[in-house]
């Protein structure tokens, strides 16, 4: 167990929705990161977030926007799903951003 | 896109033998690090190896880096049935607020 929690574990949503993923930061952590991994690849860096700011970003568009919280914990927001939205969503948190990070046990997001 | 490759893709060996799984990168990095993934499920830290180091070591594994070569290798030894799992190398590139940047992973497979 890390201490990373993501909720909900699985959701079905239908092309043109909105969805919303959650994360519970490692008590302390106060960096949370999330990636998407699609069947058969390794993980793809979304954003990171640090003390409530977004502070990195990775090749993803503007419908995928988060939140970090005061308590470190952390929501994914994706606007207008599309069907290749459909992976497995990882939230990460770590003391800082170049140590060691600590996955939740991510949420299956399957669009249809 | 996906900086790192892991090789092979697949490994398949017997209870006991040792595994040894590479994996390569493209930019500087700070550190590096593997990940352990069972079943598509969230991504178990194994060890990190910083930049400045070359080898190390944790219970039955060991990890060597080499910077000039971008290249790093995970090696399991006496491996156990519940060894197989997907294996990750992920780079930070340098920069921190990017996030990792994972490969396509090592598929191993522990025959009992």
């Known amino acids: 167990e890390t201490g990373v929690t993501q909720s909900p574990t699985h959701l079905i949503k239908t092309r043109g929705q909105q969805v919303t993923l959650r994360c519970s930061s490692q008590s302390g952590h106060n960096t949370v990161s999330w990636y998407q991994q699609a069947l058969g690849q390794g993980p793809q860096f979304i954003f990171q977030y640090y003390r409530e700011e977004e502070n990195g970003r990775g090749n993803f568009p503007p419908r995928f926007s988060g939140l970090q919280f005061p308590n470190y914990s952390s929501e994914l927001n994706v606007n207008a799903l599309e069907l290749d939205d459909s992976a497995l969503y990882l939230c990460a948190s770590s003391l800082a951003s170049l140590t060691e990070a600590f996955f939740g046990q991510g949420t299956r997001l399957t669009v249809v | 896109s996906q900086q790192g490759e892991e090789d092979p893709q697949a490994l398949s060996i017997q209870e006991g033998e040792n595994a040894t799984m590479n994996c390569s990168y493209k930019t500087s990095i700070n550190n590096l ?24 070591h944790s219970g039955r594994l060991r990890v060597t880096l080499d910077t000039s070569k971008k290249s790093s290798s995970l090696l399991i030894t006496a491996s156990r049935a519940a060894d197989t799992a997907s294996y990750f190398c992920a780079t930070d590139g340098g920069g921190g607020a990017d996030g990792l940047t994972f490969g396509k992973g090592t598929h191993l497979i522990i025959q009992p």
Request: net charge positive.
């Open chain 2, 33 to 56: 690090q593997w990940y352990r993934q069972n079943s598509g499920r969230g991504l178990v830290h194994l060890i990190l190896i910083r930049s400045n180091e070359r080898e190390k």
